[in-house]
């Protein structure tokens, strides 16, 4: 009994993390021919005290864990966000949130600041 109690756990668990990766596009910095919609937002998850050193200019900074209590400030579920991150977790977790609350065209990219410089000086 106890055995199926655990599956059970460990099938939830897997469900809830991977069906998130069926939603998300992750983007690599190496693709640079991907086109996004020219009104896409940029999303930092960083913290505040991250994304004030240094970010990419266009891009807003909801950090992680903020980001349940205050993204109706300046997103909507009709937008399209990129979430940018210096953390693959991080960047999957924002992805998770916005999810669940509706969101559907989300892109993930990770990377430092000056490779998501290069990366959106490159593609405009």
Same mark, same amino acid.
């Given at each position: 009994?106890? !055995?199926? /109690?655990?599956?059970? !756990?460990? +099938?939830?668990?897997? %469900?809830?993390?991977?069906? /998130? =990766?069926?939603?998300? #596009?992750?983007?690599? +910095?190496?693709? &640079?021919?991907?086109?996004?919609?020219?009104?896409?937002?940029?999303?930092? !998850? &960083?913290?505040?005290?991250?994304?004030?050193?240094? $970010?990419? @200019?266009?891009? /807003? *900074? /909801?950090?992680?864990?903020?980001?349940?209590?205050?993204?109706?400030?300046? +997103?909507? @579920?009709?937008?399209? =966000?990129?979430?940018? #991150?210096?953390?693959? %977790?991080?960047?999957?977790?924002?992805? &998770? =949130?916005?999810?669940?609350?509706?969101?559907? *065209? +989300? %892109? =993930?990219?990770?990377?430092? !600041? @000056?490779?998501?410089?290069?990366?959106? $000086? #490159?593609? *405009?």
């Amino acid at each position: 009994m106890l !055995v199926w /109690i655990l599956l059970c !756990v460990v +099938l939830a668990w897997l %469900y809830k993390h991977v069906s /998130i =990766i069926q939603k998300v #596009t992750f983007l690599n +910095l190496d693709q &640079r021919q991907v086109q996004l919609h020219s009104n896409a937002r940029l999303l930092d !998850v &960083r913290d505040a005290s991250d994304y004030e050193k240094e $970010n990419v @200019p266009t891009a /807003i *900074n /909801i950090p992680v864990g903020r980001l349940p209590f205050v993204w109706e400030k300046e +997103l909507s @579920p009709d937008d399209t =966000i990129v979430i940018l #991150t210096d953390r693959f %977790y991080r960047g999957k977790k924002g992805a &998770r =949130i916005l999810s669940k609350r509706g969101f559907r *065209n +989300l %892109y =993930i990219l990770v990377g430092t !600041v @000056p490779e998501l410089h290069e990366w959106f $000086n #490159t593609k *405009n």
